[in-house]
Every structure is written in structure tokens, then in C-alpha cells.
């Protein structure tokens, strides 16, 4: 028989997703499935896992948590090699990923999704080598996800990330970036830079209008240094997806970013809502990079 394995965190956003488990295992197992289950306790677990795991038989590897939980589970499966689709469970707070895929944020629903095992190849980023399905990015609200307090952000969901980006205003500094692409060179200061390959990050819906995760590029949005009273305008705009016309957004699109810090200390690169690595940052796209279940339709 066939299984699928489940992969889950079970301190991602509510915590919730453990109380749900038979319902998945019953919905699976009338698929015709076994669902096999295991349960992370360290980041360090999920290269463990996947560096001594045999998923010969295996028809799909489903991932319950928030986008750092995917993005973990993303670099080891790509690291070994293991050529199985990926499903996403929305069991964090954000959950921008599964939201690009069309998953549901009820845990019914989301299972109903993935019961369906509908499949497709997507366009995947890496940057210095780390993987990653959504966003890499540079900048002050980049480290919202790392300074939440964890009770603080399982309590207020998405509405922490705002909360939080209100709070770092009057904190706002900019840094010099020398971006380079084969198409041209920038440069400029940023309060904050976002590479995208799904639309939305750290709950902003519509951060990357026009990203896609088939078009084989990668979408950039900077917010150049500005005075402090054109801010909330801008946060405004983003809300409506509107910001990408605003004279205060550096917006393109190309398969290669190189991104240079012209500054001693630059601030800490992000990748889906985890630490990221040291400038310069080389960022590419690989199309159709991995394949995962989507939402009928998509």
C-alpha cells in the first residue's frame, strides 16, 4: 500500500492542527492511503528526517505548520533529492505560501484540497544556496517574524504582523543596496527589499500583484528611504495593492538578483520568515523547481 507521509510542527500558529489528526488520517486512509505521521521537535529534526528517510512507496509528503516549517521541510527534501509532491497544511500564522497554492485555511477544507492530490510543478527561489518557496528579503520589517513573541502572534494571528510593522515606524532606517540583474543595475537606499515568487508575505496579501510561481521569475519590491509622513501612505497602498506605481517603490522582475550591502552593517536577510544568509545575496529562480498539491483549478 501506498502511504503518505505528514510532517508537522506542532508549535506553529495556534497549535491547534494536533486536534484534528484523525480527521486526516480518515480522510486519507479512504483515499486509500496509509498516512504516516511524525512529529518535529527542533529545526534540526526535519534534516534528520529527510537525510535518513525512505520514501520509496511514498505518494506524498504533506507539511502542517506555518511558512518557516515549509521552508525547513523544503531545503531538506530538495538537499536529498526526494522526488515526491509536496502538500502544505496552513497550521501557522501567516501561512502566505498555502494561501498562493490555494489551500483553504480551514482544516477541513484544506484536507478536502489535498485529498484531491492535484499536482503541479512550480517555480521555487535560492538564495546562496537555501531554498525558498515564497519570499527572501532585507530590511526592518523583515525581522517582524523573528521578534513576535510567540504567544503574542499564536493570540493575534495575522493582525501581530501589522501590529508589529506599526510599532517599528519611528525605528525605520534605511541601508545602500547595489542590485544587479542582466537587465540592469540599481542603486539605491531601502527600508526594507522583498524578493518574491508567491504574491503575499508576512500577511500582506498583495505585496507581488504580479508574481507568479510559473513564470519562471522573481518579482522586487523595494521601499526606498522616504520621508517618515509618506509611510502610512505607502502602507495604505500595499493593503490595496496599489504600491507598485508609487514613486517611493523600486518594482521589476528578472531570474537573477545579485544584492550588494554598501554599508559596514547591513540588516539580517529573511527567507520565508527564517533567518537568512550573509550579503551578497545571489537569488535565482528554478522553474517548475518542485511539484506540489494545489487547489483544483489553480
Given at each position: 500500500?501506498?502511504y503518505?507521509?505528514?510532517?508537522?510542527?506542532?508549535?506553529?500558529?495556534?497549535?491547534?492542527?494536533?486536534?484534528?489528526?484523525?480527521?486526516?488520517i480518515?480522510?486519507?486512509?479512504?483515499?486509500?492511503?496509509?498516512?504516516?505521521?511524525?512529529?518535529?521537535?527542533?529545526?534540526?529534526?526535519?534534516?534528520?528526517?529527510?537525510d535518513?528517510?525512505?520514501?520509496?512507496?511514498?505518494?506524498?509528503?504533506?507539511?502542517?505548520?506555518?511558512?518557516?516549517?515549509?521552508?525547513?521541510?523544503?531545503?531538506?527534501?530538495?538537499?536529498?533529492?526526494?522526488?515526491?509532491?509536496?502538500?502544505?497544511?496552513?497550521?501557522?500564522?501567516?501561512?502566505?505560501?498555502?494561501?498562493?497554492?490555494g489551500?483553504?485555511?480551514?482544516?477541513?477544507?484544506?484536507?478536502?484540497?489535498?485529498?484531491?492530490?492535484?499536482?503541479?510543478?512550480?517555480?521555487?527561489?535560492?538564495?546562496?544556496?537555501?531554498?525558498?518557496?515564497?519570499?527572501?528579503?532585507?530590511?526592518?520589517?523583515?525581522?517582524?517574524?523573528?521578534?513576535?513573541?510567540?504567544?503574542?502572534?499564536?493570540?493575534?494571528?495575522?493582525?501581530?504582523?501589522?501590529?508589529?510593522?506599526?510599532?517599528?515606524?519611528?525605528?525605520?532606517?534605511?541601508?545602500?543596496?547595489?542590485?544587479?540583474?542582466?537587465?540592469?543595475?540599481?542603486e539605491?537606499?531601502?527600508?526594507?527589499?522583498?524578493?518574491?515568487?508567491?504574491?503575499?508575505?508576512?500577511?500582506?496579501?498583495?505585496?507581488?500583484?504580479?508574481?507568479?510561481?510559473?513564470?519562471?521569475?522573481?518579482?522586487?519590491?523595494?521601499?526606498?528611504?522616504?520621508?517618515?509622513?509618506?509611510?502610512?501612505?505607502?502602507?495604505?497602498?500595499?493593503?490595496?495593492?496599489?504600491?507598485?506605481?508609487?514613486?517611493?517603490?523600486?518594482?521589476?522582475?528578472?531570474?537573477?538578483i545579485?544584492?550588494?550591502?554598501?554599508?559596514?552593517?547591513?540588516?539580517?536577510?529573511?527567507?520565508?520568515?527564517?533567518?537568512?544568509?550573509?550579503y551578497?545575496?545571489?537569488?535565482?529562480?528554478?522553474?517548475?523547481?518542485?511539484?506540489?498539491?494545489?487547489?483544483?483549478?489553480?
Amino acid at each position: 500500500m501506498k502511504y503518505i507521509q505528514l510532517v508537522y510542527n506542532p508549535m506553529s500558529g495556534s497549535r491547534t492542527f494536533k486536534t484534528r489528526l484523525d480527521t486526516l488520517i480518515e480522510i486519507v486512509e479512504k483515499k486509500g492511503y496509509e498516512l504516516r505521521i511524525w512529529r518535529t521537535r527542533s529545526a534540526e529534526d526535519f534534516t534528520t528526517f529527510f537525510d535518513e528517510g525512505n520514501f520509496e512507496g511514498c505518494a506524498a509528503i504533506l507539511i502542517a505548520g506555518g511558512d518557516g516549517t515549509v521552508n525547513r521541510a523544503v531545503n531538506a527534501i530538495m538537499n536529498n533529492k526526494i522526488n515526491v509532491p509536496i502538500g502544505v497544511i496552513p497550521a501557522g500564522t501567516a501561512n502566505d505560501f498555502a494561501q498562493h497554492l490555494g489551500i483553504p485555511a480551514n482544516f477541513n477544507d484544506a484536507f478536502d484540497v489535498i485529498a484531491q492530490m492535484k499536482t503541479r510543478k512550480l517555480d521555487i527561489g535560492v538564495v546562496n544556496g537555501q531554498y525558498f518557496v515564497n519570499v527572501c528579503g532585507g530590511g526592518l520589517l523583515t525581522s517582524i517574524a523573528h521578534t513576535i513573541e510567540p504567544e503574542f502572534k499564536n493570540t493575534l494571528g495575522k493582525l501581530a504582523y501589522y501590529i508589529k510593522g506599526v510599532q517599528q515606524i519611528p525605528k525605520f532606517k534605511s541601508q545602500k543596496v547595489r542590485i544587479t540583474t542582466a537587465e540592469q543595475i540599481y542603486e539605491e537606499e531601502f527600508y526594507l527589499f522583498i524578493v518574491l515568487n508567491g504574491s503575499s508575505a508576512g500577511g500582506f496579501n498583495r505585496l507581488g500583484e504580479y508574481a507568479s510561481m510559473r513564470d519562471g521569475k522573481l518579482d522586487f519590491v523595494g521601499f526606498k528611504a522616504c520621508s517618515m509622513n509618506e509611510i502610512p501612505l505607502i502602507f495604505a497602498k500595499m493593503m490595496r495593492g496599489e504600491h507598485l506605481e508609487d514613486k517611493n517603490i523600486l518594482f521589476f522582475q528578472s531570474r537573477k538578483i545579485h544584492i550588494e550591502c554598501l554599508e559596514d552593517k547591513g540588516f539580517p536577510a529573511d527567507v520565508d520568515g527564517e533567518l537568512g544568509p550573509a550579503y551578497p545575496l545571489d537569488i535565482k529562480v528554478i522553474p517548475e523547481g518542485m511539484e506540489f498539491i494545489v487547489k483544483t483549478g489553480s
